[in-house]
Each structure stands twice: as C-alpha cells, then as structure tokens.
C-alpha cells in the first residue's frame, strides 16, 4: 500500500463533482495498469475504471459518460474525474496498480489507503 498515495474525495451533493488523485511509485506506476475501485458499506469492492499507459481505458458500466479516468505518466498520478455524482456514488475509492488483465478481475497487486466519497440527496 505505500507505494499508493491517494488524495481528492470528500461529501458533495447530488450532480455534484469531484476529482481523485494517486501519485505512485515510479516502478509500480510503469509496470502496471492503473485503476480505481470503490467498495460500498457491505458490498464487494469493485472495478470503477483502468487505464493502460498507452492511454487504452476500461470504465464500469456506471461509470461511463460520467466518470473520466487519466493518467500523467512524466508525473506517475492517475486521476478520476467524477461528474453528475449520484447517492449510490457514495463508497471508499481506491487507487489500484495490476496489470491488465488481473487488474480486469480484481487481482490487484497494489492498493491506495482508500479515499471517502459521499454524495447526498
């Protein structure tokens, strides 16, 4: 988890935005896929977007058209851009290092701390 250092997050209200931010270890950062998971009060954590550094990304069915992933690879930070934020929105969000595919399910090798997102109606 150290090499994972997360920022952003916070309580909006509905159709609210909010921007994530991780900066990672050079090494990790090169060597994988980065993404973001989110895991709800007694719910699995699960995928909310990945980005290959050639730009190449993956969104969560809920994700898309509202959420934009990116990555800045001369500073190793991978941001989610959260837009139109719903209640159900509403999770710990973490940052993720894998490669793709075990990225693809869940099998990630390095995990953020976890930032808190709250959206209220």
């Known amino acids: 988890q150290g090499d994972l250092k997360e920022s952003g997050g916070g309580s909006v209200q509905t159709g609210g935005s909010l921007r994530l931010s991780c900066v990672a270890e050079?090494?990790?950062?090169?060597?994988?896929?980065m993404g973001w998971f989110r895991q709800a009060p007694g719910k699995q954590r699960e995928l909310v977007a990945a980005?290959?550094?050639?730009?190449?990304?993956h969104y969560a069915d809920f994700a898309k058209g509202r959420f934009t992933i990116s990555r800045d690879n001369a500073r190793y930070i991978v941001s989610l851009e959260m837009n139109n934020l719903r209640p159900e929105d509403t999770a710990v969000y973490y940052c993720?290092?894998?490669?793709?595919?075990?990225?693809?399910?869940?099998?990630?090798?390095?995990w953020g701390q976890g930032t808190q997102v709250t959206v209220s109606s």
């Open positions: 993720a290092a894998a490669p793709w595919r075990p990225m693809m399910r869940g099998q990630v090798t390095s």
């Open positions: 050079r090494i990790t950062f090169n060597s994988n896929a």
């Open positions: 980005v290959l550094s050639s730009g190449t990304s």
